[in-house]
C-alpha cells in the first residue's frame, strides 16, 4: 500500500505561471516531507523539505504547504520555467524510512 | 565533490542469468540505500545499510535478491537469477543520517535494467 501518493501522473503549465504539485499521505507519524526532482537518465535530486511542526517553506521560486488536518502537501512553483520540466517526487520520512509517491511528470511550455 | 557512483549505467542481459549492481555512496556518509523505480510503483526502497550493516531489507522483494556492503565505499546489489520483471531502474542513495529533512538522501544516476 503507497503511504504517499500523488494522484496526477503529469501537468502541463505556461511559463511563467504557477505550477502546483499535490501529494497525499496516509501516515500521521511522519516528521518530514521532502520534494525530489528528477531529470531523465539522471537520480533524483532534493529540491525542498517541511518539517511537520511548520506549515510553509519557501525557498526561492519553490513553497512547499503542508495541511497536517487533510495529510496533504503540495509545491509551489512561481514562476515556472521551462528548465523546471522534470519529474517531481514527494517523500515522507518516518521510522527511519523514506516513502516515496510515484512522481508527477510537470512540463513547462515555452 | 564526486556523488553517489553507480555501475553499470545500463545493463541488458538474458533471462536466468546473474545481475550484479554496484554503488560507491559519498565519502563520510554513514547510511546507504537502495531502491528500485517502476511506473507503477514509483520508487521503492529495497534495502538499507548503516554503517556497512544492513538494518531494514523488508523491502527486497524475493530471496532472489540480496545486498552487501563489504566496507564504508561499496556496495552490490545481486539478482540472481534474474527475470523479465525485475526490469527497472535501480537507484543507490547516501546520506549523513537515515532521511530526515535536514539530511536528504543524495541519490546516483542509476542502472537500467533490461532482463530479456
Known amino acids: 500500500d503507497q503511504q504517499v501518493k500523488q494522484n496526477s501522473p503529469s501537468l502541463s503549465v505556461q511559463e511563467g505561471r504557477i505550477s502546483i504539485l499535490n501529494c497525499d499521505y496516509t501516515?500521521?507519524?511522519?516528521?518530514?516531507f521532502l520534494w525530489y526532482k528528477k531529470y531523465p537518465a539522471e537520480g533524483p535530486t532534493f529540491l525542498i523539505s517541511i518539517s511537520s511542526i511548520k506549515d510553509k517553506n519557501e525557498d526561492g521560486r519553490f513553497t512547499v504547504f503542508l495541511n497536517k488536518s487533510a495529510k496533504h502537501l503540495s509545491l509551489h512553483i512561481v514562476p515556472s520555467q521551462p528548465g523546471d520540466s522534470a519529474v517531481y517526487f514527494c517523500?515522507?520520512?518516518?521510522?527511519?524510512?523514506?516513502?516515496f509517491g510515484t512522481g508527477t511528470r510537470l512540463t513547462v511550455i515555452p | 565533490d564526486a556523488g553517489v557512483i553507480q555501475s553499470p549505467r545500463h545493463e541488458v542481459t538474458e533471462m536466468g542469468q546473474e545481475v550484479t549492481l554496484r554503488c560507491k555512496p559519498i565519502s563520510g556518509h554513514d547510511y546507504l540505500f537502495w531502491y528500485r523505480q517502476t511506473m507503477m510503483r514509483g520508487l521503492e526502497l529495497l534495502i538499507y545499510?548503516?554503517?556497512?550493516?544492513?538494518?531494514?531489507d523488508s523491502g527486497m522483494p524475493e530471496d532472489r535478491f540480496s545486498a552487501k556492503m563489504p566496507n564504508a565505499s561499496f556496495s552490490t546489489l545481486k539478482i540472481q537469477p534474474s527475470e523479465p520483471r525485475d526490469s527497472a531502474v535501480y537507484f543507490c542513495a547516501s546520506s549523513p543520517w537515515a532521511g530526515g529533512g535536514n539530511q536528504p538522501q543524495h541519490f546516483g544516476d542509476g542502472t537500467r535494467l533490461s532482463i530479456l
Open positions: 517523500a515522507a520520512t518516518g521510522a527511519n524510512n523514506l516513502f
Open positions: 501516515n500521521s507519524m511522519f516528521d518530514y
Open positions: 545499510f548503516n554503517n556497512n550493516v544492513p538494518i531494514d
